[in-house]
């Protein structure tokens, strides 16, 4: 790489921003211009579900760097200028403002974007989504002024949210189309502690529900209304339906795409010069010998050092076993792996899942594929060489806290 090359980043969230930081550690001295659709300055989106938006921790917290430290870095800071268009014959990213920017390497960090249901009344004022600060914010005001709250959808985010209406004093209601929160990412035996977490806490569960349409008066919402006539009235509802990975820019230009941008291990994309990271990137992973895209926290604040790299000219292959948090009340937990419905043939417990203070496991044939820790901490670096090794263990051993999950890898 020379020091007259440019490397364009488009999408200024964690993924994006970390990518610059890494390519500067990495020695890399040439332009670098991180691209934003929004005015802020690039930040960490966990706590606009957890810490900021619960009132536990500060706004000022959320932002990854002052904006004098992508000054010194030497880092072209483009903010509120949405990307249109991908030129790639003519290695050219074009933007909504008319201006038309060369790159020599081109990452995509360009994140997901959450869904909405297409019910009446979907686009009524007081119907809320959550992906971006100003939307933590909308939250966070709302949260002191309203009685009721109507949640669609028992996912990550519609729990955290849930839980911090909860304590902020409003009453919520949660609609889910399954029979359990969670149901999908845990099944039944964990998404129970869920159910049983928040219905402690005062929330009114929903479950095998459909939704008809979104009640209104004078174009606010007032309520939902259910599949089987039952209205539930509210002073807000929020939409927490899942995310959908942000690659149309990728597909217009011509980029394999399939449920996000299609990369190799490297992060690279089927145009040598273009690379992706975070919620949007559909890479292969080593260890499971697969696509993988998951929409985590620690995809998009680890994949830039792998990214950059690659961008680099240098071997670079991302095999970081996905991880991802959450935090409900009292509730803390880590959780490592990767395993899809119906790839695993137990689930094992090890502790007090009564008292919320347990680790649970998935395996399949003996083997763990995926592990979760409630409320137990110091314990990931075990679980993940559990996973790694690939050691068949028996469900006796593994639930016994006696016995050290180190002891289990070596058999």
């Known amino acids: 790489m020379s020091s007259s090359d440019t490397f364009v980043v488009v999408g200024a969230g964690l993924a994006g921003a970390k990518a610059t930081e890494a390519l500067r550690e990495q020695g890399f001295d040439g332009r670098i211009v991180l691209i934003g659709a929004e005015q802020h300055l690039p930040y960490d989106r966990p706590p606009l579900s957890k810490g900021y938006l619960g009132g536990s921790s500060e706004r000022d917290k959320v932002f990854l760097h002052p904006r004098d430290w992508y000054t010194d870095q030497n880092v072209e800071l483009w903010l509120d200028r949405p990307v249109t268009e991908l030129d790639r014959n003519a290695q050219l990213v074009r933007l909504a403002d008319g201006e038309q920017l060369h790159y020599d390497k081109l990452l995509l960090a360009t994140g997901a974007s959450p869904r909405s249901l297409p ?66 990412v845990l099944g039944a035996e964990v998404a129970q502690v ?50 959908s990975p942000n690659s149309r820019l990728a597909e217009e230009a ?48 680890n994949q830039p050092a792998a990214v950059a790299a690659a961008m680099l000219g240098r071997q670079a292959s991302y095999d970081r076993l996905p991880y991802f948090y959450t935090d409900q009340y009292d509730l803390g937990m880590e959780y490592l792996g990767y395993v899809e419905p119906g790839e695993y043939d137990q689930v094992v417990f090890r502790g007090d899942v009564p008292g919320r203070e347990f680790l649970a496991f998935w395996l399949s044939g003996g083997r763990v594929l995926a592990g979760m820790n409630v409320n ?36």
């Open 119 to 184: 019910l009446p009344g979907a686009d009524a004022d007081g119907v809320y989504l959550l992906r971006t600060l100003d939307d933590s914010d909308a939250l966070r005001e709302l949260f002191g002024g309203i009685r009721r709250l109507v949640v669609i959808g028992a996912g990550w985010i519609g729990l955290e949210v849930t839980a911090a209406a909860r304590q902020a004093g409003v009453e919520v209601t949660v609609v889910e189309s399954a029979e359990l929160p969670l149901l999908r």
């Open 194 to 243: 869920f159910a049983d977490l928040h219905a402690a806490h005062g929330v009114d569960f929903r479950f095998k529900a459909s939704l008809t349409g979104i009640r209104t008066d004078g174009g606010r919402a007032t309520g939902v209304l259910l599949g089987d006539g039952t209205v539930i009235e509210a002073d807000a509802v929020l939409m927490a339906v899942g995310v």
């Open 254 to 301: 011509g980029l394999a795409v399939d449920n996000g941008i299609v990369l190799d291990s490297g992060l690279r994309s089927s145009d040598e010069n273009i690379f992706a990271a975070g919620d949007v990137a559909n890479a292969m992973h080593p260890f499971y010998g697969r696509q993988i895209r998951v929409e985590h926290w620690a995809n998009a604040l």
């Open 376 to 411: 137990v901490w110091d314990v990931v670096d075990d679980v993940r060489s559990l996973i790694q090794s690939r050691a068949v263990v028996s469900a006796e051993r593994l639930a016994d806290p006696a016995v050290p999950l180190a002891d289990l890898v070596a058999g």
